[in-house]
């Protein structure tokens, strides 16, 4: 069977600057799901025009800049990531050609092959956070598999989070002894239900 080697991170995006390439219906989408993830996302829009949604968008969020002009390498400048979403695919390339130079990653909407990162499908219950991938073969099934986990998953386990959250806290003594610790309370959870009492 294929593996699929990327390896996920999450990243604090109110402490990076993303710069989106293209204000069509994936610059939106790509910079919509960066705000559902953080709304204190710092991301600049360079374009030659932006839909509605962002101009919306723009007005709503303080820290999202929308810039009205031709990508040019200066744009790059004190960026940390770089999504390419243009309809051009040429451009997209020198945009992944510029970034690469300055070794800025980039993610390239229309190359998969140029990406140094993918976004993921994303589940959300407070604190938890699933993100999916599915190797970038099919985009609708990381979108669905988001649905049927979303439901799946109690909102209850946030306060299970929380809790623990407050357990570790208190948690006296060496690391081991509190890894030791924290396995006893959830082994629970993983133990098969024949065993449980
Ligand atoms: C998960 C999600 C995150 C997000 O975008 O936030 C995401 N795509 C989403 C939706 C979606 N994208 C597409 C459709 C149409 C149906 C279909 O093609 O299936 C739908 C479904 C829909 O919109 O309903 C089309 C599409 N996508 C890519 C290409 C280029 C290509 O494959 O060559 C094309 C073809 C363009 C064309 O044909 O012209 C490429 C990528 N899309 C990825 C992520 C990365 C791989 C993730 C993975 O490893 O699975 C990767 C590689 C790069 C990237 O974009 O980062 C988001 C789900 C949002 C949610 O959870 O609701
Ligand atoms: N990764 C994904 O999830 C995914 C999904 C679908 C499509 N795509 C690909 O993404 C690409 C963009 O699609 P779209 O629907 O957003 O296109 P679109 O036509 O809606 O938007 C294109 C945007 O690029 C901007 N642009 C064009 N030339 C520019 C320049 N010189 N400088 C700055 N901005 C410029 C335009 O102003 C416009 O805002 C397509 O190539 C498409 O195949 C990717």
């Known amino acids: 069977m294929e593996e699929n080697?990327?390896?996920?991170?999450?990243?604090?995006?109110?402490r990076l600057h993303v710069l989106v390439v293209g204000g069509g219906n994936i610059g939106l989408?790509?910079?919509q799901a960066m705000l559902q993830n953080c709304p204190q996302s710092n991301i600049t829009v360079v374009a030659l025009d932006f839909l509605p949604d962002l101009l919306e968008i723009a007005q709503q969020y303080p820290n999202i800049t929308l810039i009205q002009k031709s990508f040019s390498c200066g744009d790059l400048l004190g960026k940390d990531l770089v999504i390419a979403a243009t309809n051009k695919r040429e451009l997209n390339y020198c945009i992944w050609e510029k970034a690469k130079g300055i070794?800025?990653?980039?993610?390239?909407?229309?190359?998969?092959?140029?990406?140094?990162?993918?976004?993921?499908?994303v589940v959300q219950?407070?604190?938890?956070?699933i993100a999916i991938s599915t190797n970038g073969k099919s985009p609708t099934i990381a979108k669905r598999l988001k649905q049927v986990l979303q439901e799946a998953i109690p909102d209850t386990l946030d306060e299970v989070l929380s809790k623990l959250y407050v357990i570790r806290d208190r948690?006296?003594?060496?690391?081991?002894?509190?890894?030791?610790?924290?396995?006893?309370?959830?082994?629970?959870?993983?133990?098969?239900?024949?065993?449980?009492?």
């Open 125 to 129: 219950k407070g604190n938890l956070k």
């Open 171 to 197: 948690l006296k003594g060496d690391f081991t002894s509190k890894v030791k610790k924290l396995n006893s309370i959830t082994d629970v959870l993983v133990r098969p239900e024949s065993e449980s009492v």
């Open 29 to 31: 989408e790509k910079t």
């Open 5 to 14: 080697q990327l390896f996920p991170v999450f990243f604090k995006l109110h």
């Open 103 to 121: 070794k800025v990653l980039i993610n390239v909407a229309d190359t998969p092959d140029l990406c140094d990162f993918y976004l993921g499908s």
